[in-house]
């Protein structure tokens, strides 16, 4: 593909703030964006030159979007395969692609792949019924994390599991789903490394961040992170497998944990911009957003060092409310996803908080 000029139009799956994200990055290079999202009133939809309304699947929606762009990217990583293909084969260019959606919708297939690719995970086995899950929690040992195969996020769809006989009951509490048991990650801490791929394979690595959660949502990442040589080898080794076995296109996120013997095991992957990679649009001189639009349009990379050390804040439900406060903080920098309705936890913005190297 010839690298897309500027007025062209690109189009997003998905209206949130990681969309509206990349929708402002894009505009900065020149692109107009159009969203398709359910929601007829979105962060990415205020900030787009068009917005269609529609489920993913709505085949009048996808026509739709269609008609205005040849290249399309999301800012979700359920975006359903059936609604890719669609676009597929009207020739509609979706980046990053299928394979990577596949990989990244479903735990099981998710941690093969990593470990087919030399990306270390920890211990982990499928069920699809209780009586799997027991065999699958003796397997991986006790305690075991029980995650839904598809669609959790944000620690939800996860029990933990102290005794294999246990499972079985927890395996209906999550609704009798297929599930996979990982082994308990005892780690030391939680890293993550955002990269990216280009279309001619032309790959670059962000520094790591350290990343803290709360109830299973992220709070706060510190990045760079203090790292040892090692522990960055290994995670731009992990990195570089992955992108190259999904022969990917466009930014990705994955989620690492520090073991007290100095490995990386990858918790998931992201097929997408990533909250842990916010830093980057107050550390670094071409931030995730742009990055991932220039990967998909096929420009060239930008550089991913780090100009600036920073601790990224997210700000859930009423913490917006404090924008006047932290507007008055000269180290801070405010990002407002435009969201109506604080509901408690909901993600309404980040800061950055931004010290010299
Ligand atoms: P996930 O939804 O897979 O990203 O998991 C959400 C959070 O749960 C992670 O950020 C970890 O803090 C924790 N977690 C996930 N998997 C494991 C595991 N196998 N062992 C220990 N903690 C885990």
Known sequence: ???????????????????????????????DVVVLEREADSPAGRVAVKLIVGDYTDEAALAELAAATGLVTY????????SVAWLAERGIEVAPGARALAVAQDRFEEKS????????????AP???????????????????????????DGKGQRW?????????EFAALGGAPVIL?????????????AARGRDGATSVY?????????????????????????????ERIAARVLAGLDYVGVIGIELFEMADGRLLVNEIAPRVHNTGHWTQDGCEVDQFEQHIRAVAGWPLGPTHAIAQVEMLNLLGDEADGWAKYAAEPETRIHL??????????????INRVKPL
């Open 337 to 350: 996803y435009g969201k109506r309705g604080a509901r408690p936890g909901r993600k309404m913005g980040h």
């Open 161 to 169: 599991v102290e005794h294999a006989a246990d499972a079985a009951a």
């Open 113 to 124: 792949f990593l470990n087919a690719h030399g990306a270390p995970t920890v211990a982990f």
């Open 207 to 235: 520094p790591l961040a350290e990343n803290h959660h709360e109830n299973g949502v992220l709070r706060r990442s510190i990045a760079p992170a203090r790292a040892s040589q090692a522990i960055v080898d290994q995670a």
């Open 1 to 31: 593909m010839n690298p897309l000029a500027p007025g062209s139009t690109i189009g997003i799956l998905g209206g949130g703030q990681l969309g509206r994200m990349l929708a402002l990055a894009a505009a900065r290079l020149g692109f």
């Open 182 to 194: 990982e082994a308990a990650a005892d780690f030391v801490r939680e890293l993550s490394v955002i």
């Open 127 to 153: 069920a699809g019924t209780p009586e799997e899950a027991v065999q699958a929690a003796a397997s991986v040992g006790v305690p075991a994390l029980m995650k839904t195969r598809r669609e959790g996020y």
């Open 75 to 82: 800012e979700f990583e359920n975006v359903p395969a059936d």
